[in-house]
């Protein structure tokens, strides 16, 4: 009888919607933003050479690899809520070794930080796909842009600033934001997802359902795209502002042009309109074969600077198109009963980018000893053979079927 007294919306959980999917997506992107430019001074800081740092983030990028292909693994044994948790208690823990500023702890704090971001990101695109539609799923990307628009362009000039004035302001802000993330979390009472029982019994080895996500195509094909797409990031993130210090444009641009680009998240809704308009498979082609042009223009340019940069801002605006849309064929191929597996092949990416990147542009640089261009346009190659696996995708993939209403998954 006591029960009634108590208010509905605590009696009965309600259906996450997009909006608050995307909160989770924009408090997260403030952690993160705040810590994307602060954590490489601390780790340089406490490591006195750019190679040690390189190494620190090479072996921290391991560490979120593995961990992340094992996050499955561990919601077998541990309900998904109390994983997502774990993942803002790790945020934190990596923000308390790193404030220490010790040289020996702080690689772990960058490895504590590489794996909160795996697991939360995992167990985040688990819960989008139990309750967001097929035919929301594009919206739900695009309102997550917009969400986190804001901390991704304030959040990297603030992080340094805070650390020049006072070097754990960064670290103490990132650390509220990771506070409140899990509290929002708790308060949207996602649970453990919604809970789909195979015929056959699950396995629990990781190495089982990588052997299923190498037998489907259309997965691997859409995480080779976001593997793409976070490269090129990496490449407009990182070697973007060094082009510009050996050019003699100043430390400042990079700055700059990572700030306007970030902006352009504001405008995701368009450009989902459009991928409605046409088809995901035009969108996702387009993206990739113009970020691939515009890459290739700032190496053909590189002899005057301020050409190229325009040039790699110009790439940026489809980088941004492909975070709208060039994740939905790996989320539109997921299987229901693979939901939490799949989620973390996918959430792999971000790790294999952050490992192949600095790998391929050594590569390039220091054996042939050629420019940094030459790593430009071997990432427009890069990015035009995407655009040609991207012909392969169903012609009206995320498009609603006249007989029914749902979108095209592929074929």
């Known amino acids: 009888m006591a029960t009634r007294y108590i208010p509905l919306f605590l009696r009965h959980s309600p259906t996450p919607k997009v909006q608050n999917f995307a909160l989770l997506a924009g408090i997260e992107a403030s952690v993160r933003g705040t810590l994307i430019s602060a954590m490489p001074l601390v780790v340089y800081d406490a490591l006195g050479s750019a190679e040690a740092t390189s190494s620190a983030y090479f072996w921290a990028g391991v560490v979120a690899l593995g961990w992340g292909l094992m996050v499955p693994w561990f919601t ?44 939360t990101f995992v167990c985040f695109n688990a819960y989008v796909l139990d309750y967001i539609e097929r035919t929301d799923l594009g919206r739900s990307q695009s309102t997550q842009m917009v969400y986190a628009a804001g901390p991704w362009a304030v959040g990297p000039m603030l992080g340094v600033t805070l650390h020049d004035w006072w070097a754990p302001a960064p670290f103490l802000l990132a650390g509220t934001f990771a506070v409140l993330l899990l509290a ?12 789909i029982q195979r015929a056959k019994g699950p396995a629990l080895n990781p190495l089982a359902y990588l052997g299923r996500f190498f037998r489907q195509p259309r997965l691997i094909a859409g995480w080779m795209f976001a593997v793409m797409r976070s490269s090129g990031w990496w490449v407009y993130v990182v070697y973007l502002p060094i082009f510009c210090i050996e050019a003699g444009l100043g430390n400042k641009v990079g700055g700059v042009a990572l700030s306007v680009s970030n902006g352009l998240l504001f405008i995701s809704p368009i450009m989902l309109r459009y991928a409605r308009r046409t088809s995901v498979r035009r969108a996702v082609r387009m993206a990739f074969g113009l970020c691939g042009l515009c890459f290739l223009a700032s190496a053909a340019f590189a002899p005057l600077p301020w050409v190229a940069v325009v040039a790699m801002m110009g790439a940026s605006i489809f980088l941004v198109l492909l975070d709208v849309v060039g994740g939905l064929p790996f989320l539109m191929a997921v299987k229901p009963s693979e939901r939490t597996e799949m989620s973390a092949v996918y959430s792999s990416f971000r790790d294999v980018s952050g490992i192949l990147t600095p790998a391929a542009a050594w590569v390039v640089l220091v054996p042939f000893g050629a420019p940094l261009a030459a790593f430009f346009a071997v990432t427009g190659a890069g990015m035009l053979g995407a655009f040609g696996v991207a012909s392969r995708l169903h012609p009206r993939l995320g498009t609603a079927r006249p007989s029914h209403g749902r979108a095209v998954a592929g074929e």
Do not use: D, E
């Open 76 to 119: 077998r044994h541990v309900p998904r809520r109390w994983m997502y948790s774990s993942g803002c208690l790790l945020y934190l823990a990596g923000m308390g070794l790193a404030i220490t500023g010790n040289p020996v702890l702080v690689p772990f704090a960058l490895m504590c930080l590489a794996a909160a971001t795996a697991t």
């Open 184 to 195: 929002v979390f708790w308060v949207l009472r996602l649970g453990n997802g919604k809970q």
